[in-house]
Each structure stands twice: as C-alpha cells, then as structure tokens.
C-alpha cells in the first residue's frame, strides 16, 4: 500500500459526459501529480500540483482540469469526453517538489472506460 | 530532449535466476533522479528504486539493485533471484531537477515474464 488513494477505481461512462476523479495523496506530501496511461501513448505526465499551487502541466487537454484543495487532496476533472480518453488515470504524491532523494509513490489507478 | 530508452519490450527469466532490465537515459541536466516502477496485471504502479544522479554508489532495495552507469547514461535494474511474482511490467523513469518540478518521464516499459 503506498498510502496514495483513488476513487474510483473502475469508471464506465459515455461520450460527451464529465468525469471527476479524486486522489488523496500520502500523509505529509505536498505534491500531487496526476499521469495518464493508455495502450497508444504509454505514461503520459498531466499536471502536478505543489501545496495548492499548479507547478507544472504536461500533456494535459483543454478539456481536462485538476485541482488541490487545502486539505491537499486533489480532483482531476475529465469533461466532453471521448472514446481516446479511455485510459488509467494515476495519481501520485511526493513530500517536496523535487529534491534529491524525493521518492514519488503512486496510487492504484482510476480505470476509465468511455463508451 | 529528455527522453527514456527501454529497448526490450519482452523478456523471460528462469525462476530463482538473476534477470537485467535495460534503460537509457537521456538528458543533459546534470541533477536527476533515475526511478524503477513495477506494473502488475492488477495495474497499480510500484515503486521499487531510486538513484540520484550523484549518488557515488548504486541503489538497492533487497533483491532490486540499479546499475547505474553515469558515462553511458544508462540505469539497468537487477532482480536478483527471481520469484513468480515478478511477472510484470516494469518501467523506468527519470526526472530532471533543474525544471524544479517532480514530473517523470517514462519509458515504453518491459514486460517481464518468470518461469517456473
């Protein structure tokens, strides 16, 4: 158990609707990240968040938006969605934004499937 | 560009046998972190190993060990004793300090089958 929680696990939804994923990062970490994993493309970096604050964006689509509330958990909000958003949506967590040593744990994954 | 090479999409081990995971790395920060996740079928992401760019010696965590060799930018992993549940897909990531961000970059993975 890596301490990082994702709800929901499994998600079935259609075209053109709003999905919202949540993450509950390890006990003490600041930083959220949320990755994208599908067949096509492999792991893919979305955003992360550093104490509230978006820090960095990756491949993330308009589309899509995230957020970290105060209590440091954070939403990934996947809307109009499409039959490619199919995927493992992971978050993952981290003590600081990157110092040397920084270890980054992963949750389980939210498995979307869009049809 | 930053970038991670894993040029083995398959490989199979002999249970109880030692089994290398190639990856190589590019990039020319000269602060990074070099990270090692396993991805069972069930999906969830593991970690299991963590070298820093200036850490002198190679990383272990028990029968994971990281063959880091800085020249050839490269960062095998080393199962040692294989067990059946080894069997997954493994990735290596890498993460460059000077963005001051935490974000990886993966690459396409390797899928790692042990044989009874």
């Known amino acids: 158990d890596s301490g990082v929680t994702q709800t929901p696990k499994h998600l079935i939804t259609a075209t053109g609707q709003r999905v919202t994923l949540r993450c509950s990062p390890r006990?003490?970490?600041?930083?959220v990240y949320w990755y994208q994993q599908s067949l096509d493309q492999g792991l893919q970096f979305l955003i992360q968040?550093?104490?509230?604050?978006?820090?960095a964006k990756g491949n993330i689509l308009e589309r899509f938006s995230a957020q970290q509330f105060p209590d440091l958990h954070s939403e990934l909000n996947l809307s109009s969605l499409e039959l490619g958003d199919s995927a493992l949506y992971f978050c993952?967590?981290?003590?600081?934004?990157?110092?040397?040593?920084?270890?980054?744990?992963f949750g389980e994954g939210s498995w979307l499937t869009v049809v | 560009a930053q970038k991670i090479t894993q040029t083995q999409p398959g490989m199979f081990v002999q249970e109880k046998e030692a089994v290398t995971l190639d990856c190589t790395y590019d990039t020319s920060d000269p602060s990074y972190g070099l990270f090692w996740y396993k991805q069972p079928s069930s999906g969830e992401m593991i970690f299991l190993i963590y070298q820093g760019s200036y850490d002198q010696q190679n990383a272990t965590e028990g029968r994971y060990s990281l063959n880091f060799q800085k020249a050839r930018k490269s960062a095998n992993l080393v199962i040692s004793a294989s067990q059946l549940g080894d069997s997954a897909m493994y990735f290596c990531a890498m993460r460059e300090d000077s963005g001051n961000t935490g974000k990886l970059i993966f690459g396409q993975g390797t899928t790692l089958q042990v044989k009874p």
């Open positions: 968040y550093y104490n509230g604050e978006e820090r």
């Open positions: 993952a967590s981290s003590v600081e934004i990157h110092s040397t040593g920084n270890t980054i744990y």
């Open positions: 006990s003490g970490d600041l930083s």
